[in-house]
């Protein structure tokens, strides 16, 4: 005989008062609508994420608008970023002259494995606040990070230039070829070899 069916036989003669089986059932009945009440709040509770996100989503037929702040050229700008949840955006923005501006892109990441990935909401807010080098239609050429605006039209040497930016203490070196391109590290300027010729 095993120790289960001697647990059992030892055990079997053995009957609780009524208060008590009537007790434990009243546990178990508690038990179970404390289940069902938590199951419907977490029914609700998704119920309410893929209706509020499908409202979103509908406002804009597969993309989430809303308005951000953007230094563009030097100025701080509110425009209107749409973000599809898939790596890709659009802008639009007021131009100087009273137009509306469009910029749209996206772009992927890689994770540690080598794994490819849409890039996220916040990373291309902060590739939007990157530096950016614009060639004006007056021949001039300039270095745009947040409110600094830099000319440096004249600084080229062999079509390379090497500028220096900065914003709350953390300072970015730049190494720009004349049409042809910009690199930017936190650590040092890049070698012009970096650029395909």
């Not at 002259?97 to 890689?110: P, R, Y």
């Amino acid at each position: 005989m095993t120790n289960k069916e001697k647990y059992k036989q030892a055990f079997s003669a053995l009957h609780p008062p009524g208060d008590i089986s009537v007790e434990v059932e009243r546990m178990a009945i508690m038990s179970r609508k404390a289940k069902f009440r938590t199951a419907a709040a977490v029914a609700a509770a998704c119920l309410a994420v893929v209706f509020g996100g499908g409202m979103a989503y509908a406002a804009d037929v597969g993309g989430i608008q809303r308005t951000v702040q953007l230094w563009m050229n030097g100025e701080m700008t509110n425009a209107e970023f749409i973000f599809d949840g898939e790596g890709n955006y659009r802008i639009s923005y007021p131009q100087e002259d009273g137009s509306e501006g469009e910029l749209g892109g996206g772009g992927v990441a890689f994770d540690e494995d080598g794994n490819e990935r849409p890039l996220t909401e916040s990373e291309i807010l902060e590739e939007l606040n990157s530096p950016d080098v614009v060639y004006e239609d007056d021949g001039t050429v300039w270095v745009y990070y947040y409110d600094q605006k830099i000319e440096i039209t004249d600084r080229f040497e062999d079509g390379i230039c090497y500028v220096e930016v900065s914003k709350d203490g953390e300072t970015l070196y730049m190494t720009v070829k004349y049409n042809g391109g910009y690199a930017v590290s936190p650590h040092k300027y890049e070698s012009p070899k970096c650029f395909n010729n």
